[in-house]
């Protein structure tokens, strides 16, 4: 179902298709280009696309007359965000009915966006004969993949990797890069793996004064605990008021895993303080498992107060319930509290029951019904989560669907070439090709190995290798997308 501004607004108008098979079946068969609109659902300025450009009389008429209307949003569907997104929300793509890529753009005014519909109308109706005969898809840009020859996982690599992290880190405010900061848990999380492995006191300091600047800055909500997605400022102020799931998990992990480490009680009560907004925000005891963000809106935004409502993102995305699962996992046992233990194995109970079926794997989310089935980053998650859960109670059933959807991995996503797919064949095979990415790729050797550690089976091990074979050269240009991997890799160097 579609999703539009909370704001007063006339969107739901346009004509809307529910999915990208229908959109493209219309686009032939009224051969029409396609308007992909990519959102986010936190995102303001999707939002006043909505109130705005969206809303203009003109804009709808052109719409429904010659284009075929798509609307994604980037947490339902993050395996199209990774084709088409134009460096940020909201992106707007315009594809030929064979998903050739006309044009596309982020924001715009409603003035700015008619002058654009007109000229790409134009361009389509001029070009279309010759569009009609080239082959398939472009897409906005492309993220990088380097294809290893199959080399073994080496330290030097390992070296790499945490030196190019290393090097975005900011010294001074903690987090990395010199400008607007976001919250890279799983940077944090690698550096303080290395940590432990290496004794490196850099990457201690460095994920210490990264978590102690954010709790001290404004990112943190003083009123309501949580965290916020970003900040304009480099020191972790002008925070924009969205606060996800995954971040908040993620921050949980690393609040856990400095204390297990410093023993200092200052990240134990962090660790607390996140769980609480967690069970008092994003909770829902009814299913029970944990919506995907709280966003707030200004109720004034001329008068540009500090008067907030809030709405909530009531999707159930597994990818993100499986990391909040494992993070209270940890917190059952780091923080003695076996109420967080007992709240993950009900989380975990219910993905597998609602957000699954029996031959496609996990699906990304549930609202009133399953959706995106067989996306790498939700079967992956999902096992680490399952592997922990065997870790922590001995039941073997966990054990049992964590080897199923290791077997789904291996049958459905293995890349020939090396590594896993990002998702798995889809009818509009031209609609962006299948993608293996580090950062995906690493999480699921992680949990390859997890599984190998307890089962002792070969395969899982070899299911690891595959997914560390397939990378290699210059680590640097993955930027902090590597840390994933450089987890996984060290943790397969550790096991020798």
Known sequence: MNRFSPNPNLSHLIHWTESEEDAFRKAREQDRPVMLFLAAFWCRYCQRMDEGAFSDRENMALLNAYFVSLRVENAKRPDIDARYNLNGWPTIAFLTPNGKLLAAANYLPSDEFKEFLLNVYMEYEQRKDELRLSDGIETVAMPAIQRAERALPSI?????????????????????????????????????????????????????????????????????????????????????????????AGLLGNCLRLFRITQR??????????????????????????????????????????????????????????????????????????????????????????????????????????????????????????????????????????KELAEFILLHLSNPGGGYFDRGKSALEFFGSRLSLIDQNGTTASFFLMLA????????????????????????AYGLDAAPYGQALGEWLSRG
């Open 265 to 402: 009680p200052e990240y134990a009560r962090m660790a607390e303080e996140i769980i609480g907004y967690l069970d008092t925000k994003l909770f829902d005891a009814s299913k029970p498992a944990f919506f995907g963000c709280e966003d707030f809106l200004r109720r004034d935004e001329d008068a540009r107060t500090d008067e907030f409502f809030t709405i909530i993102d009531d999707c159930v995305y597994t990818d993100a319930n499986a990391q909040a699962i494992v993070a209270y996992l940890e917190a059952g046992a780091i923080l003695n509290r076996p109420d967080h233990k007992t709240r993950a194995l009900n989380v975990l109970d219910f993905l597998w029951r609602r957000n699954r079926s029996e031959h496609s794997g996990m699906f990304h989310y549930s609202d009133d019904a399953s959706h995106a089935r067989g996306l790498l980053s939700d079967q992956a998650r999902m096992g680490i989560a399952l592997v922990q859960a065997y870790r922590a109670s001995n039941e073997v059933s966990f054990l049992e669907r964590a």
């Open 156 to 248: 030097s690599s390992l070296r790499q990797i945490a030196n190019s992290i290393l090097a975005l880190a900011d010294p001074m405010n903690g987090g990395y890069g010199n400008g607007q900061k976001f919250i890279h848990a799983e940077a944090n999380e690698f550096l303080l793996a290395c940590y432990e492995a290496t004794k490196d006191s850099r990457c201690l300091d460095h994920a210490r004064l990264t978590l102690e600047r954010m709790r001290a800055g404004p990112v943190y909500d003083q009123k309501e605990d949580g965290y916020f997605r970003t900040t304009t400022g480099a020191d972790w102020t002008q925070p924009h008021r969205e606060k996800l799931l995954a971040e908040q």
């Open 453 to 476: 550690d307890v089962t002792k089976e070969q395969k899982h091990r070899d299911g690891a290798l595959s997914a560390l074979a397939a990378f290699s050269g210059d680590f640097a």
